[in-house]
């Protein structure tokens, strides 16, 4: 397997191997993403760079971030909590803003690890608590975990944690808690487009390699949602500290 192979439109189209690979990667994230709400960008990132080189794994995986949740944001439309929303957006577009500066100025490795701890401990809470049980929160608590959400995605491509705490606290059910994370994940993709565009990271190649795994995203998504629909509160949420469990592991090694 060539480690250094393209994520482009020149590379899929005449290796389907890869792009079979890519594909299975794509439709397993999403559908990861269909049945928890978040978690496509850390799945996707994490195994294609094993074959694709970062600098074009993360455009692409915005693009279909995007995708993701437009769709899932359009399918679960009546199901948002806008007074959620007004506090978290602002505090994100803020955390997105200091975020970049962090990553200018500081060893990104370290702050790496103390997000590992914060979300394990967090993880671990909730637990003891049990997830059903955990306080409730109001709603200006939005501002400050939006904007560590906002750091924490201008640093590692994905505010996911500290917004999945904030909403399981605000004891949202699983279809509200879903579609209102797709809210702020598009939020966070638009800006990150334009930062990408801005900084010539995402090119015309990638954006139609983009386009050659579209499928495998719309199976997830459909598959997952299956799941979604059918699981219960409880399920959910131990689900969704699970995956919060993998992704602390992952930013401790």
């Known amino acids: 397997m060539n480690l ?7 590379t899929l189209i005449h290796s389907p191997l890869l792009w079979a690979i890519a594909g299975f990667i794509i439709l397993l994230a999403f559908y990861v993403r269909a049945v928890i709400g978040f978690g496509s960008g850390l799945i996707s990132v994490a195994l294609l760079t094993l074959i694709f080189p970062i600098k074009e794994v993360v455009p692409v995986v915005l693009l279909l971030d995007l995708l993701g949740s437009v769709l899932l944001g359009a399918y679960d439309f009546r199901e948002m909590r806008w007074p959620e929303l007004r506090w978290l957006i602002p505090g994100s ?3 997105l803003a200091i975020g970049s500066f962090i990553l200018a100025d500081t060893n990104a490795q370290n702050l790496t ?22 306080p409730r929160i109001s709603l200006p608590w939005g501002t400050p975990l939006g904007i560590f959400g906002g750091v924490v995605g201008s640093l ?4 996911g944690p500290p917004i999945v705490a904030y909403l399981q606290m605000r004891h949202l ?5 879903r579609a209102t994370f797709q809210g702020i994940a598009l939020t966070d993709n638009v800006l990150r487009g334009f930062m ?8 015309w190649q ?3 390699g983009f386009l050659m795994l579209i499928p ?10 299956r799941l979604h629909l059918r699981i219960n509160q409880r399920a959910f949420l131990l689900g969704t500290l699970g995956l919060l469990t993998v992704v602390g592991l992952k930013y401790l090694i």
Do not use: E
């Open 4 to 10: 250094h192979a393209s994520l482009s439109y020149a």
């Open 113 to 134: 690890r103390f997000l590992g701890v914060f979300i394990l401990a967090y993880v671990v809470y909730a637990l003891a608590m049990k997830p059903d049980r955990l």
């Open 93 to 95: 577009i803020i955390g």
């Open 216 to 225: 495998p995203v719309l199976l997830g998504l459909w598959a997952g949602n």
């Open 156 to 159: 590692y491509g994905g505010g």
């Open 206 to 208: 990638l954006a139609v």
């Open 173 to 177: 059910d699983k279809r509200a808690f």
């Open 196 to 203: 990408y565009v801005a900084l010539a990271l995402l090119t």
